[in-house]
Nanobody, 115 residues
Framework: QVQVVESGGGLVQPGGSLTLSCVVS????????ISWLWQAPGKQRELVAS???????SYADSVKGRFTISRDNAKNTVYLQMNDLKTEDTGVYFC?????????WGQGTQVTVSP
């Protein structure tokens, strides 16, 4: 079964931290680059960070120095460590394996940064 399940979101104050987790079915986990994407209300999804199957990472300029993406192959899990959160980081965060059909995408996890 192909599944993508995001978790770890919540409500935090500016400057706070969260760690998001994404559990991906083993059938697709090791076969593709996995990305975190972000969607603010009424906006299109934007790429936040990516990690390849070999551990090579990339980040959007807006999150460099604040967010860290990593993967644990033994747990079929990708993480996004989010530090120094800002109000503009608010939105739904989605985990996206490269090439995965949309019908198998997860529902995302909500991150709200507010005083």
């Amino acid at each position: 079964q192909v599944q993508v399940v995001e978790s770890g979101g919540g409500l935090v104050q500016p400057g706070g931290s969260l760690t998001l987790s994404c559990v991906v079915s083993e059938i697709v986990f090791r076969r593709s680059t996995i990305s975190w994407l972000w969607q603010a209300p009424g906006k299109q999804r934007e790429l936040v960070a990516s990690v390849t199957g070999f551990g090579v990472t990339s980040y959007a300029d807006s999150v460099k120095g604040r967010f860290t993406i990593s993967r644990d192959n033994a747990k079929n899990t990708v993480y996004l460590q989010m530090n120094d959160l800002k109000t503009e980081d608010t939105g739904v965060y989605f985990c996206q394996p490269a090439g995965l059909r949309a019908e198998y995408w997860g529902q995302g996890t909500q991150v709200t940064v507010s005083p």
